[in-house]
Structures are given as C-alpha cells and as structure tokens.
C-alpha cells in the first residue's frame, strides 16, 4: 500500500518551455503533497508544501512564479516549471503521507529534468 | 525541526550486518525517527519508522535509546543490492514535510 506515482520519469525539454510534472496518490488520499529536488551526489532539498484546495508554500529561495504547483484533488499534486533554463535541470521528486499523523511519507520514483 | 548527522559513508561485505548510527541531539518530545533508502535515481524508500525503544520489521530494525538522542539502523546480513543512500530523519508529522540530512552511502562489497 501507500504508492506514489510520478509522471513523467523522465523528460528533455528546450530552453523557454515549460514542463509539468505530475504525483498521483495511487491507493490512498493526500491532502498534503510535497516536492523535493535533488541535485546529483546531493540530498533531497523541500522546494514547497502543496494543499489540496489552497495555495503551496514554498521555502525559502524558491521562486512560486517559477515552480507552479496545483493541488486540485485529494490525490494529484502537479509542478510546472515554467519558462525552463538550463540550470532548473534536475532531479524532481513528490512525495504524499496517508493522513496527517506519524504515517510516514511516500515518495515517488523522480522526473529527471533536462533543459537543453 | 532537528537536525540529524549520519556518518558520510560506510562499507561492508556481503552478510555482514551493517549498523548506521544517527544523532539528533535536539529531538522534540513529538518527534518520530524515519529511515529511508535511496537508490541512484529513485525516490527514497521507506524502511522504518519508531519513536522509543526496538522496532523491527522484515527488512531491518532501528534501535532507540531512552534518551531518543540518537538512533541506529540496523541491516542483518547485507547483500550487493543493500548498497544505498540511507537517510534519518526526525519530524513530528502532520502537514511538515520531513527535512533531508547529508545520508550515509553503503557500500556493500562482494
């Protein structure tokens, strides 16, 4: 149980477009999604906290008008990446928690992102 | 949110069993211990969860002390494919996310 999907795995993309990254809750109800990035030989850094029904909060350094993210039911969480450049190439990864007490946080398998 | 140190890495050999120790002088009274695995472009995998004492489950066991300022992974009998980024987190849950340290690299050797 408790499976998170991310989709797509694996994307390269020209320098100005956007790319929509998207999590899916397989077999259980998120209300709280969150998105990680990771950078090669790396640890995974928070980039922001996504609700259902309201808006994401982002941590500190990380540009919202950047990385959009949409919460829209209680088991899809989507990260757009307006406008890529080069240095937003990078390992993306959502994660969802079952419930909101001490079940522990599934994680999707990544999007690796490539902007040429 | 506590921070945790892990060791940067470790080695071993295949059927040895592998103890990652993680400090986390200033875990909160709400506070749980999460372990987690990760493979070279994965997600992390979840391993185990406790909050005082032994928990054991199929793949491992995570000893705590009563002072809860540390903790240790344990992995009986590793093999090739245990070898990973093994990251300890600590975090009371709810709607906050669980904040990454630096992990431990396994390497298991044949």
């Known amino acids: 149980g408790a499976v998170v999907s991310q989709h797509p795995s694996w994307v390269i993309c020209k320098s100005g477009t956007s790319v929509k990254i998207e999590c899916r809750s397989l077999?259980?109800?998120?209300?709280?999604m969150f998105w990680y990035r990771q950078f090669p030989k790396q640890s995974l850094m928070l980039m922001a906290t996504?609700?259902?029904?309201?808006?994401?909060?982002?941590e500190q350094g990380v540009e919202k008008d950047k990385f959009l993210i949409n919460h829209a039911s209680l088991t899809l969480s989507t990260l757009t990446v307006t406008s890529a450049h080069p240095e937003d190439s990078s390992f993306y990864i959502c994660?969802?928690?079952?419930?909101?007490?001490?079940?522990?946080?599934?994680f999707g398998d990544g999007t690796r992102l490539s902007i040429l | 949110l506590a921070k945790t140190t892990q060791p940067i890495s470790m080695d071993s050999y295949e059927g040895q069993e592998v103890n990652i120790t993680c400090s986390h002088n200033?875990?909160?009274?709400?506070?749980?211990i999460t372990w987690y695995q990760q493979f070279p472009s994965q997600g992390p995998r979840f391993i185990i969860q406790?909050?005082?004492t032994k928990v054991t489950n199929e793949v491992a066991s995570l000893f705590i002390p009563a002072d809860r300022k540390s903790s240790t992974l344990s992995l009986p009998r590793v093999s090739l494919s245990d070898t990973a980024v093994y990251y300890c987190?600590?975090?009371?849950?709810?709607?906050?996310?669980?904040?990454f340290g630096s992990g431990t690299r396994l390497q298991v050797q044949p």
């Open positions: 994660s969802a928690k079952p419930g909101q007490g001490q079940s522990p946080q599934h």
């Open positions: 077999d259980f109800q998120a209300t709280t």
């Open positions: 996504s609700n259902e029904g309201s808006k994401a909060t982002y």
């Open positions: 200033n875990i909160a009274t709400n506070d749980y």
């Open positions: 406790g909050y005082k």
């Open positions: 987190l600590v975090g009371a849950g709810g709607r906050r996310a669980l904040t």
